[in-house]
């Protein structure tokens, strides 16, 4: 049983950055944890996970631009948001499949842990 909780949204202007925290409660190293965003209108993406051993995989639309990490001895991970866009405003929301291996395409429905969301929103 895993709990999720954003925090570190807000807004902020084009061209500046935010760090997003996503704090885990309970024993998630078995666990494949993804950051996702869904902006009103839009279907949610996926936009970077973390497996087991650490390995990152990033969308297309933000790589080069964030950083996924994880502080285990804190249980938070940590989304490093720079050179945000105005397309990048969206509820994030992290959350985690059980699987040892990257899970980004994983569909919804293999992630029964989700946080509550936190909204970034960046203006022109």
């Known amino acids: 049983q895993l709990q999720l909780v954003e925090s570190g949204g807000g807004s902020v202007q084009a061209g500046g950055s935010l760090r997003l925290s996503c704090t885990v409660s309970g024993y998630y190293s078995n666990y494949c944890i993804v950051w996702s965003r869904q902006a009103p209108g839009k279907e949610r993406e996926a936009i970077a996970d973390?497996?087991?051993?650490?390995?990152?995989t990033y969308a297309d639309s933000v790589k080069g631009r964030f950083t996924l990490s994880k502080d285990n001895a804190k249980k938070i991970l940590y989304l490093q948001m720079n050179s945000l866009k105005p397309e990048d405003t969206a509820m994030y929301y992290c959350?985690?499949?059980?699987?040892?291996?990257?899970?980004?395409?994983?569909?919804?429905?293999?992630?029964?842990?989700w946080g509550q969301g936190t909204q970034v929103t960046v203006s022109s």
């Open positions: 959350k985690a499949a059980p699987s040892r291996g990257q899970c980004r395409r994983l569909p919804d429905g293999g992630f029964p842990y």
């Open positions: 973390i497996d087991g051993d650490g390995i990152t």
